[in-house]
């Protein structure tokens, strides 16, 4: 298979063708914040097609894989196996697991703008989409691959370009060149899943406003379980992500809400993505931290966890774990102290009533009652940062219907202490974030769908 890829590869190679942030300062200084909606992937957008949702046991499959491949970033564990013509293997189909974020947007790019579905991620810094003609492969997505013979602004980058040099910051593995000195970047999220293809330059849309000169990667070999999305647009924190490209006129920071969603089907609204400062007075802030293993990615320090307005009884310390918070995982890993005491109180008020159910997947505190039933019964949680920002999380940021007549708690346990603890987004559902790295915070505020 490393071969298969080899040669795959060398194909492409030959080719030539083509918030209130200091506000009263700030909204002087910047463009009005661009604003799109948010949706999350089990909407109807994404299932135009006869194919069957993905079951919310592969989302756990694929939330593993996600998590894997965070704690792989920071146990400086060396990538370039991943690298073509390396050791490495292709999976013949999508349908492997890949760690990609669960809510995605609509993009124009091009001159004429055509329009995309890209899933947003706040863990990964570079930007891509299928563009034809796909080459070697374009995994099936709604709506046609971009096209850059159709658009008159289209530019691919030459090798000695400062973008191409940034690469392999932003991708973790390193650009080659065709024949032609054209720039190529590989992109990998964990299980041999990637996008290899020409970095490119043209004009973005993002919502009603069209920014020139806008890197991102052409994808021309595109294999993993991107679902039927086009492509990924990162938010990391890394020259070649969407907000810094966007910085100059809008600001260093952006901010979302994620609208609630269930595998079940019942979905949210109001989702939005915003780039440039926010509106919401209601935020609560802590410091944005930062990690010299990745550098790129959002840190904040967890400093306790409240049940009921009480603390766990567990030591200070067991909070002391790198902590990322990540739009692109499902379920909240959680130190095995803490995880350990959150999930015996919340058992202990639960089981009075509802009786326990086997472990679905990687949720080890499951019961047997739906997520209608079981909510009145879950006392208030909340999640505390450094410096008094808080989640004060619903019953539904809780717990999550996993099939009809099953509810589980939506935490999970890290057993390993070196590994990170992650915030994921069924915690973050309905709060606004928004993430100010001009005075490098994180905020945080109730009701933002709304």
């Known amino acids: 298979m490393g071969l298969l890829f080899s040669l795959l590869f060398a194909l492409l190679l030959?080719?030539?063708?083509?918030?209130?942030?200091?506000?009263?300062?700030?909204?002087?200084?910047?463009?009005?914040?661009l604003r799109l909606p948010l949706y999350h992937v089990s909407s109807s957008h994404f299932h135009h097609t006869s194919d069957a949702p993905m079951s919310f046991l592969d989302t756990l499959s694929h939330d593993v894989s996600r998590v894997k491949f965070l704690n792989s970033r920071l146990s400086n564990k060396n990538?370039?196996?991943?690298?073509?013509?390396?050791?490495?293997?292709?999976?013949?189909?999508?349908?492997?697991?890949?760690?990609?974020?669960?809510?995605?947007?609509?993009?124009?790019?091009?001159?004429p703008p055509t329009y995309h579905l890209v899933v947003v991620d706040t863990g990964s810094s570079f930007s891509w989409i299928q563009c034809e003609p796909c080459k070697i492969y374009c995994h099936p997505q709604v709506?046609?691959?971009?096209?850059?013979?159709?658009?008159?602004?289209?530019?691919?980058?030459?090798?000695?370009?400062?973008?191409?040099?940034?690469?392999?910051?932003?991708?973790?593995?390193?650009?080659?060149?065709?024949?032609?000195?054209?720039?190529?970047?590989?992109?990998?999220?964990g299980d041999l899943s990637f996008s290899i293809g020409y970095l490119s330059r043209d004009a973005l849309t993002f919502g009603t406003e069209s920014i020139s000169g806008?890197?991102?990667?052409?994808g021309q070999d595109n294999d993993g379980l991107f679902g039927k999305s086009a492509g990924l647009v990162g938010l990391a924190k890394n020259e070649l992500s969407m907000l810094s490209q966007l910085s100059a006129k809008?600001?260093?920071?952006?901010?979302?809400?994620?609208?609630?969603?269930?595998?079940?089907?019942?979905?949210?609204?109001?989702?939005?993505?915003?780039?440039?400062?926010?509106?919401?007075?209601?935020?609560?802030?802590?410091?944005?931290?930062?990690?010299?293993?990745?550098?790129?990615?959002?840190?904040?320090?967890?400093?306790a966890i409240k049940v009921s307005g009480k603390p766990l009884g567990i030591a200070a310390s067991s909070y002391n774990v790198p902590t990322i918070i990540d739009s692109g995982t499902?379920?909240?890993?959680?130190?095995?102290?803490?995880?350990?005491?959150?999930?015996?109180?919340?058992?202990?008020?639960?089981?009075?009533?509802?009786?326990?159910a086997e472990a679905y997947s990687i949720l080890d505190a499951c019961f047997i009652g739906s997520l209608g039933e079981i909510s009145p019964l879950v006392p208030p949680v909340q999640i505390v940062f450094q410096g008094g920002a808080e989640l004060n999380l619903a019953a539904k940021n809780v717990i999550i219907e996993v099939e009809k007549g099953t509810t589980c708690l939506s935490f999970a346990?890290?057993?390993?202490?070196?590994?990170?603890?992650?915030?994921?987004?069924?915690?973050?559902?309905?709060f606004e974030v928004v993430y100010d790295l001009a005075s490098s915070r994180i905020g945080f505020a109730a009701g933002g769908c709304a």
């Not at 030539?16 to 002087?28: A, L």
């Not at 050791?87 to 790019?109: C, D, F, M, Q, W």
């Not at 379920?331 to 102290?337: A, K, M, N």
């Open 14 to 33: 030959s080719g030539t063708s083509s918030i209130r942030i200091n506000q009263e300062v700030d909204k002087f200084k910047y463009d009005p914040p």
């Open 79 to 111: 990538l370039s196996e991943f690298v073509p013509g390396k050791s490495v293997r292709v999976p013949l189909n999508p349908g492997e697991p890949l760690g990609v974020a669960n809510y995605y947007t609509k993009i124009g790019l091009g001159t």
């Open 143 to 189: 709506g046609a691959p971009f096209s850059p013979s159709a658009s008159k602004t289209y530019q691919q980058l030459p090798c000695n370009t400062k973008e191409c040099s940034s690469l392999k910051v932003a991708t973790l593995n390193s650009p080659a060149c065709t024949s032609s000195k054209t720039c190529l970047y590989t992109a990998t999220y």
């Open 214 to 218: 806008f890197v991102f990667g052409c």
């Open 250 to 303: 809008y600001g260093k920071s952006f901010s979302y809400c994620l609208p609630s969603a269930s595998p079940l089907g019942k979905l949210g609204s109001g989702g939005f993505l915003s780039i440039g400062t926010g509106s919401n007075s209601g935020y609560k802030f802590t410091p944005m931290l930062s990690d010299s293993r990745d550098p790129t990615l959002y840190f904040l320090k967890l400093a």
């Open 330 to 356: 499902t379920i909240s890993r959680l130190s095995t102290p803490a995880y350990s005491a959150l999930r015996q109180e919340l058992i202990k008020i639960i089981s009075s009533k509802y009786k326990m």
């Open 413 to 430: 346990d890290n057993s390993n202490l070196k590994d990170v603890s992650i915030i994921g987004n069924q915690q973050q559902q309905t």
